[in-house]
């Protein structure tokens, strides 16, 4: 059984993850002395930032939703790889002047 994915789905779900990391990027980027500082204080060596199970408090409902957020991203990615780029992307354009 196959399914017609909407090539215009696919762009819309592309631009909103990338919305995502374009604004909070950039945000890291423009305070790279911050970011830097922020890893080294969670002990991050960049793969988990948000370790809830190590938090108490009122901040553990924050690192969670940060972890579970996180992994939703990384579940919308997936499934975009599976789909392929679809027909507006980059990779189409680079295939229509090939011969």
């Not at 819309?12 to 990338?18: M, Q, S």
């Given at each position: 059984?196959?399914i017609?994915?909407n090539?215009?789905?696919?762009?819309?779900?592309?631009?909103?993850?990338a919305?995502?990391?374009?604004?909070?990027?950039?945000?890291?980027?423009?305070?790279?002395?911050?970011t830097?500082?922020?890893?080294?204080?969670?002990?991050?060596?960049?793969?988990?930032?948000?370790?809830?199970?190590t938090?108490?408090?009122?901040?553990?409902?924050?690192?969670?939703d940060g972890?579970?957020n996180?992994?939703?991203?990384?579940?919308?990615?997936?499934l975009?790889?599976?789909?392929?780029?679809?027909?507006y992307?980059?990779?189409?354009?680079?295939?229509?002047?090939?011969p």
């Amino acid at each position: 059984m196959t399914i017609d994915i909407n090539d215009e789905l696919i762009l819309g779900a592309r631009l909103l993850l990338a919305t995502l990391f374009l604004i909070f990027g950039w945000r890291k980027l423009r305070d790279y002395s911050g970011t830097v500082n922020q890893l080294v204080q969670l002990h991050a060596p960049a793969l988990i930032g948000h370790r809830y199970w190590t938090v108490t408090g009122a901040d553990r409902v924050t690192s969670m939703d940060g972890f579970y957020n996180n992994l939703c991203i990384m579940g919308g990615f997936l499934l975009l790889y599976v789909s392929g780029a679809g027909k507006y992307s980059i990779d189409a354009l680079r295939t229509v002047g090939a011969p």
